[in-house]
């Protein structure tokens, strides 16, 4: 947005010196041409490639081990969507549901091999709650039933980890 008294494509751009004015007639001047979007310094242009050549503006580098690292959390951010709710069942000794849930602990090793490998370490823990009516079960502390401790490994090919 252009404030009053600023000049656009050469044209001068006046009104009451609200932002409201000074968009419309921003728009009124673009309506009319092409107007100018960003200022360039005359250091940032000098520093622009020549022409005929691309900028190429590439990332940082990352090591393997802060890409595994990246990896390793979107992974288990993956697992933890896994978990399930709670599937309720009645018995003749009233109510029981069970449940999966993972753990929010693990653990992430990389190799120092080629092609490197990674592990991801973390438990599954599987969950039941009871009571005699629906009532009393949903508010029974989960008492676990099974734990698996789970590794997954993982190799990194033409740059990106997979199974």
Not at 73 to 93: G, L, S
Not at 121 to 144: F, I, L, N
Request: proline fraction near 7%; charge should be positive; hydrophobic fraction near 35%.
């Amino acid at each position: 947005m252009w404030a009053s008294g600023t000049t656009v494509n050469s044209r001068r751009v006046t009104g009451r010196g609200c932002a409201y004015c000074a968009c419309v007639m921003a728009l009124a001047v673009l309506a009319a041409g092409v107007a100018v979007v960003g200022a360039v310094s005359p250091a940032t242009a000098a520093k622009a490639p020549a022409q005929g050549r691309k900028a190429s503006i590439k990332p940082p580098k990352r090591s393997l081990a802060d890409s595994f690292q990246t990896f390793c959390k979107e992974w288990m951010a993956k697992v933890h969507a896994r978990d399930t709710p709670i599937d309720w069942q009645t018995d003749p000794d009233g109510v029981r549901g069970t449940y999966v849930e993972y753990s929010p602990e693990y653990t992430c090793t990389l190799t120092k091999e080629k092609p490197p490998v990674g592990t991801i370490g973390y438990r599954e823990m599987w969950y039941e709650k009871r009571g005699r009516t629906m009532a009393d079960a949903e508010h029974s502390t989960p008492q676990p039933v099974k734990a698996f401790d789970t590794s997954e490994i993982f190799s990194r090919i033409r740059g990106t980890w997979s199974q």
